[in-house]
């Protein structure tokens, strides 16, 4: 099988979708959808008796063109929210990786610098000698207020990632990461949204983490309808899950559970669906193949 890579451009499905759905209302619109009964007379003179046998053979044609083009706009923006969201839910992890070592290279610097001050505010006692060779002490400072080449200031802590691309106007994406950290600078806290800055698609994700590998996932999907999941460490590396979907009014749709192991792990985590007819063996419901799709317009860009 050749080697190829696979392009999608969900923004072009979406706006497919669109145009479909707005080609089939200009066929609802049309004078001869939606005819209760055949034109008379009265309407239309003496075209009338032409115009209801166009109707008699077109109406139902017409009306299957139309059912066609909805069911054709809703696969466009299906696929199109389905392919956003992949490559959403792999930016979001870049998004967090990229805050988190932001706020690391911060804390370095901090350090640098607060060990730094602290030397400039403290001396200790040194001898010396006079040029008569004559003994005495005093006060050196452990390091020079006024050293060009002192540490700068870290300046505020990050408390985050931000990424824009416009390009020539097409392709907008707009994902924005707020974090918080723990004092060993790891996150305990992260809140992420991804979108196409007002085009129709957005993505968010939330999640609080515990010790012990525990932590909650709350996705928002573009449609409305949410993600929960939660996953409960026991300290050694193993541990549960259990994955909650809903839809955009709230109600619960399903609901999976896991057994996990490795959750300390470099790997990462391995987990089983403990319904042993489930299909889906991952616990996220999705390929554990890592990238993006191609040209992606979520600023990860690699090839899926």
Known sequence: MPDFDVAIDYELLRQLAADTERLKDQLADSRLMGHESFYSKRELGGAFGHVNLFLLHWSGPWENARELLESLSG???????????????????????????????????????????????????????????????????????????????????????????????????????????????????????????????????????????NYTTTITHTDGSKTVIEVHGDGNGNGSKIVTNTDKDGKTVDVSSYTGSGLNSYDGAKWTNNDPNAEDNDGGGEDDDSGGTQNSNTGVGSTF
């Open 75 to 213: 696969t466009y923006k299906v696929a199109s929210q389905k392919w956003f969201e992949l490559d959403a839910s792999f930016a979001t992890q870049a998004n967090v990786q990229a805050a988190a070592w932001y706020h690391s290279a911060w804390d370095m610097n901090k350090k640098a610098y607060d060990s730094w001050k602290w030397l400039t505010e403290h001396s200790i006692t040194v001898h010396a000698w006079d040029k008569n060779g004559h003994e005495y002490t005093k006060q050196q400072m452990l390091a020079d207020p006024n050293d060009p080449n002192a540490p700068k200031p870290p300046g505020l802590e990050p408390g985050g990632y931000e990424y824009y691309h416009d390009g020539d106007g097409t392709n907008k994406v707009h994902n924005s990461t707020q974090a918080t950290f723990d004092s060993d600078g790891k996150v305990k806290s992260s809140d992420t949204t991804i979108d196409d800055m007002g085009g129709g698609l957005s993505y968010h994700e939330h999640t609080d983490h515990w010790d012990d590998n």
